[in-house]
């Protein structure tokens, strides 16, 4: 059957009122009792699936009688780098299932010759760096929650988990099948997805669903129901539907067992310490209590074969923000660290087990039914060199309201298990951090906003001890105008969380317009401003900070900007800018400055990219000239040579006192199949007067069953000596 297409309408809302003051709730339709919620895509773009009556073969070629009685998604829409009428390179889609497994047959037909975009063959690649297919899959219809899989046209898979509308997760893996064959005018995909890795309610007769293809080396993003152009294809509230003939089947209790053996050996040079060569096992387990809740258990965890972080030089006042890397804390991770916001954060797993090792834990996450989600997080560590052991608890309930919008509740728990004798001066013996997160997401995605209220409890602490926000986010396709206000008392301890800042109150309004021009060149421009200001609690201001900038977007999917800014900052507590043991500033000292900055980002489809940023202006009392970027260079479909660099200039009234900081970071990422990977990252910080090195040797010799080889070491680069060294060897296996 041949689908129906329907032209889109746009509207452009008028922005008449201060949008921070209007709380849009009526913009989330309530769904019917029983019944999802509807968009119009819903209604618009239906894929019809069958069950096959025959075996499917996961072969690439599509010979299969049921792909050829299957009904047929195409004639996708362009999203980028315009979002008007169909896409220029023609996709069509297929889905049927089985007893055990979704099917999905993708043909992705060519407009030339010309070899395709492949960044890499690595597992879960970048999507705009490779020529690929994604597919979108709302199992619950509450276009919030779902499951993303796809393949790029070198082979290599892509898997995660979506939440908050539509984010997809990578650090989520889970066994499936695809297979990609090419011919003289196009290629097809064929993916076997197991209905046991899927959270879905049992009994419903329709899922939302959405597919994208991105063609880089055409600069062409389409997907199948329309997506507007500032939106991501990921994004659920405009997914279209999966209609099954019969409710798919209900998947069996599912457990998986991923037990792994690592070997290390190391040695401290500056303390003289040598570990001879040990041996350690450990052992995660994954049980799937419901189709749409699971349990993860984890006894003693190795995280050896995690990626290092990428250093920075550190000119700012406050803690650096470093990702969480480990993949056990980021699967369902907004049911655990998606409260609060950037900044401020009640949870933040990085503080488990980076002090102390981690002897067991558990997770329970998922859907109780279509509007209840539910988290637990439970972790114990050991005692390490002071660090007395601690308990960690997260404890979360969501439930959707209106269309896409939800309120959460939550509990954070540390408690120091040590005894009483053990636990070093100053230290609490337990800290506690709970709270109410709404968060808005209007049924067309323009309003997004976040609304909270938590308090922390410690001991001998009664008062200043809560944090409040609201943050408002209104985008059209040319508007984009956002508001948000923070009080944070003085006493807000989150031991297990990241807050940067305590005692104050802080706003920031942001406006931003732009263009899209009939050009060849030229995709979107425009300006945008922005304010922020922090006040001390008697509203005394501390910080302000407006900047003014333009950016463009070429056609080629090359950017730039240029902006400027203006900032005043009154110092609270002493302050050496340099953070590299200069003179400090005094506290209650105020200082003004103007500086000017340049981005630019090159054309990613080229062999060679690469981005920069270049800034001139002052810096408290002084000047500073900072220039960092990326140098990359692609030998594809193998991997990647990269550079990063940064060079920052400090110059003070006491000339004495001016420093220059390097930073460089040769990265080179070799992918030499699917399955075999290789990454060597040298960096060298002038800063903290250190160079490092991590060699990663990863083998996927089995589905999600890996071998790492992982060697580190760190020296002083003048004198040159040795810091440390380390060699871990692990091995890890699904038993499914």
Known sequence: MKLSRHMKVRQLFPFTVPFFLALPLFT??????????????????TLLIHKATTAIDIDGQLEEMDWRQAEVADDFWRVLPIDTGYAESPTEVRATYDDRNLYF???CFERDARPHITESLRRDFTFGANDNFLLFIDTYNDQTNGFSFGVSAAGAQWDGTQADGGVVALQWDCKWESAVKHYENYWNIEMAIPFRNLQFKAGMEEWGVNFSRMDVKNNEKSSWAPVPRQFATATLAFAGALKWDMPPPKPKTDLSLIPYVAARTSKDYEKEVSQAPSLDAGIDAKLSLTPSINLDLTVNPDFSQ??????????????????????????????????????LRPFFSRRIGLTNPVQAGLRLSGKLDEKWRIGLLNMQTGTEEGFPAANFTVASLQRRVFARSNVGAFIVNKQLTAG?????DGSNAFNRVFGLDYNLASANNRWIGKFFLHHALSPGVKNENTALSGNLVYQTEQWKAEGSYDLVGANYLAETGFVRRRGLHHTILGLGYKFYPRSEKIANHGPSLRSEYFFDPDFRRTDEEWRAAYGLVFLNRSEMELSATRSYIRLLDPFDPTNAGGDSLAAGTDYTWNRVEYKYLSDARKLFNYNFKIGYGGFFNGDLFNFEGTLNYRFQPYGSIAINFAYNNLAFPDSSQDVDFFLIGPKLDLTFTTNLFLTAFVQYNEQADNLNTNIR???????????????????FPSPWNVRNRALVAKVSYWFN
Do not use: C, H, M
């Open 28 to 45: 989330n339709a309530q769904p019917q009792p029983g019944r999802a919620s509807r968009t119009p895509n819903r209604d618009q773009y």
């Open 105 to 107: 047959a993708v043909t």
């Open 306 to 343: 995690v990626d290092v972080d990428q250093q920075v030089t550190n000119l700012d006042r406050f803690e650096l923000f470093f990702p969480e890397r480990r993949r056990f804390f980021l699967e369902n991770q907004d049911l655990f660290a998606g409260f609060g916001k950037d900044g």
């Open 420 to 424: 009483t004798k053990d636990i070093p």
């Open 697 to 715: 040797l990863q083998w996927r010799y089995q589905p999600v069953s890996d071998l790492f080889i992982v060697y580190s070491d760190n020296y």
